[in-house]
């Protein structure tokens, strides 16, 4: 060991920087000249512990590092208040990295070059408030100046390792002084490789008074007075005197911060009982209490755990120097109590401990997660930002690489969204591509529910925020949703549940926008079952029904149609579901052989009740609505006047329609209704429209409809034909449906409007075999009906017809007795 002499007063004093030049340490040593010199400089910062009595403190330390002894001197310069250290035979450019200096504590730096005899360093302190140790180690030979403020103390116990506290007694700065000087001394070896000079506050004997001041000073956090434990029963009552459960703190933090356990919770009816059993056991050794408390913790029940540490903690610390569980659950315990300061601590202990440990790698992301409670609590979103920088540096391993990701989530997103996020944190971050991919892979990693709760969310929001809904997100969300339930997974899975539903609604508006109806039936039929309530919204059910039927898949069609019309609110929308349900129906009918009377009965039933939707929807909407949808669904009215005796609904709602619009319009080619105009048929709209009211008479009739049946006809008269004489079957309809009418009317007793039936079938039929004769018994009834000049009228035209004179000839005659 080389050589060590001292020369002014001892160490304690160095630190007031009040005395005469000749008051100065200087530690000389023989050492071989240097090859090489390294400088580092590294600066420690303090944290600030909770408590309000304490206030933090800088340090940092140079160190000069030689691969040889080299032979130094140190003293103290009053004047300038600063020290100086002086290198034999050292060269100034060997020096090269003392550009770098922290200015928190040290003014100024000056390298003076002595010839040849060495290099002189001046360290001029800031202030008065500016203290240094100087320490020598060896292995490599290293010159240590550990600058440091006047209010700085140690945060850990020399002795333990383990984080110090404050105390509340108050003392002056000379009882300290002398405390540390009676306690610690001068020189304290930690081993035969190093000697350290270091002020440290130590816990005073039992024997004596606290001696140390409230705001800078620290002791060990071990209970002040006995626990009063001394038996298994003692342990019991003090156990069952304490709250069950977890620190109520932890619900105030970000939700990716909460209890991390290293076994698995324990949970049943058996807790009391067990913890009875194993009091006895655990009073055995300091070993098995620390044991106990760790069960005590996986029961999750934090405050009792924590008073069995402390005892421990009392008496035998130094159990935690091989238990590196035993202080990770301590530190957790802590945290959860929100002693920041004291988790902290527990921590920093545990790194240095155990720093093989996996554990050790946990706790430098709590240590993290402290810096971001405080931001979060302080709510400066810039600060959270900033963490993301720090995560690098983290151990990633199976039990950190699913927590490391889930922060590079919450802290690498925008810092808008970040400032939306605190201090709640009600929404779950949207994180691109890059992210999730992480998220993604280190999901395998994850160590709890909560975990994988979280980075599932994540996901999830991921996957509907970046993509159209497809079966891949269906198949997660209803793993998601299925697996993920109860008030623990609020808000988050409420939220995504409404996103799921959007993403979904918009994806299937979309599709049937875009006619495309087999994405439609897919994802329909990949929903899973937690979305199956979505099936009963009208848009989603209408979606699924229009691709079933679009798809010629009626039977499929006919459940989701009646789901769109029971949840319909808007009478439009309800005459849209009733009349497709009822015209799948009818598709359906038409393509299955049905068997057996009762499945006949049951589909002829809903067919029946449809139908009748159909007509009490269609009586309750207003005139612009009724035209709009007529106007939609007409192809299909027709098609069922002509096909389907069980539907009452379409002849009616055609006639009602028709009906408007011929009532003061002639239904010519050119003037014709704009609905029937846009028909698809080939057809004239004239020739289309005799056909159609044929039908409309024919259809009412079957249904013993007789008023319905000859209001249709009666539209026939309000057609005007002339343009159509080269359709003769149209014609001969037109001719052969409106004399049914004139003698219906006759029959009725209406002989005017039979004779005014007749007169037209004549007048307007030009080419009619018939028309004489029509003409001639129009002309009676109109005559019979007292209308004489009408009468008149069509005599004379029915005298003139050159194509039955039998007809003509009486028509003659009855013209010469009326003249």
Known sequence: MPHLIWHGPCLST?????????????????????????????????????????????????????PEEREFNISYEPKDNAVVAEFKNTHPSELQSLETYDETLIRRVLIKDLGGQGTEVKFILRDEKSKVIVKRENEPFRVILDFFEAGYREKT?????????????KTSDNQLSQAVSNQSGALNPLNAESQTFQLRAQVAPKTASPVFPAANT??????????????????????????????????????????????????????????????????????????????????????????????????????FDKNADALWKLAEIQLGQGNFSLAQGYYEALQQKHPDSPLAGLAALRRLDLKAIKANLAEKPDDIAALKNELPALPRTVGTKAHIALREAYWGVPKDQIKAMVPDYQSVPKVDAEIAARIQDARVNSDSPRTSFLMDSILFS??????????????????????????????????????????????????????????????????????????????????????????????????????????????????????????????????????????????????????????????????????????????????????????????????????????????????????????????????????????????????????????????????????????????????????????????GNDYLEAGRIYALTGKSNNQWEGRAEALYKGGLLLFRSGRKDEAMAAFTEAASDGNNALYAELAKKRLEQLK
């Open 462 to 747: 991921q996957k509907i925020e970046s993509n159209a809904w497809n079966s891949e997100t269906a198949t997660f969300a209803g793993s998601y949703l299925e697996r993920y339930h109860g008030k623990a997974t609020e808000p988050y899975r409420s939220q995504l549940l409404a996103k799921s539903e959007a993403s979904l609604l918009k994806t299937i508006d979309q599709s049937l926008q875009n006619q495309q109806f087999t994405e439609i039936a897919s994802i329909i039929e990949s929903l899973p079952k937690s979305l199956d309530e979505l099936k009963n919204r009208s848009n989603v059910s209408w979606a699924a029904a229009e691709a079933y039927r679009r798809l010629q898949q009626p039977n499929a069609a006919i459940p989701y149609y009646e789901k769109a019309l029971a949840s319909a609110q808007l009478k439009p929308n309800q005459f849209r579901a009733a009349f497709w349900l009822e015209q799948s129906l009818i598709q359906n009918q038409g393509m299955l052989s049905v068997k057996g009377q009762d499945q006949k009965q049951s589909l002829n039933s809903k067919l029946t009740s449809a139908d009748q939707k159909v007509w009490d929807v269609w009586k309750s909407m207003k005139d612009e609505e009724k035209r709009k949808a007529f106007a939609e669904v007409q192809p299909e009215l027709e098609d069922n006047v002509k096909t389907s005796i069980r539907v009452k609904s379409s002849p009616k709602i055609l006639l009602e329609i028709l009906g408007q619009d011929l009532a003061t319009t002639v239904g010519t080619a050119s003037n014709s209704t704009k609905t029937v105009n846009e028909s698809t048929t080939t057809q004239s709209p004239s020739v289309k429209m005799i056909y159609l009211l044929s039908d409309l008479g024919k259809r009412f009739k079957e249904q013993g409809a007789a008023a319905d049946a000859k209001k249709a006809r009666s539209l026939l008269r309000k057609l005007d034909i002339k343009t159509l004489q080269a359709d003769k079957d149209a014609l001969a309809i037109w001719t052969t449906e409106l004399q049914k009418l004139a003698e219906e009317y006759r029959e």
């Open 14 to 66: 160095l630190y007031n920087s009040h005395f005469h030049d000749d008051r100065f340490i200087r530690m000389r040593y023989s050492i071989r000249r240097a090859q090489i010199i390294q400088f580092l400089v590294m600066r420690l910062l303090v944290l600030t512990p909770v408590s309000s009595h304490l206030v933090a403190a800088e340090r940092y330390e140079a160190v000069f590092a030689f």
């Open 218 to 319: 620290h002791k060990l956090m071990i209970p002040g007075k006995d626990s009063g434990i001394k038996t298994a029963e003692d342990l019991l009552s003090k156990i069952q005197s304490l709250p069950e459960g977890p620190g109520n703190t932890w619900k105030t933090f970000p939700p990716y911060i909460y209890r991390l356990q290293t076994s698995e919770l324990k949970a049943g009816k058996n807790y009391d009982a067990w913890v009875k059993q194993n009091s006895t056991q655990a009073m055995s050794s300091h070993e098995a209490m620390a044991n106990y408390a760790g069960q005590l913790f996986d029961f999750g029940h934090e405050s009792r755990a924590l008073v069995v540490y402390q005892k421990v903690l009392a008496e035998n610390p130094t159990v």
């Open 157 to 169: 116990d020399p002795v333990t390792g383990l984080p110090l506290v404050s105390t509340p007694e």
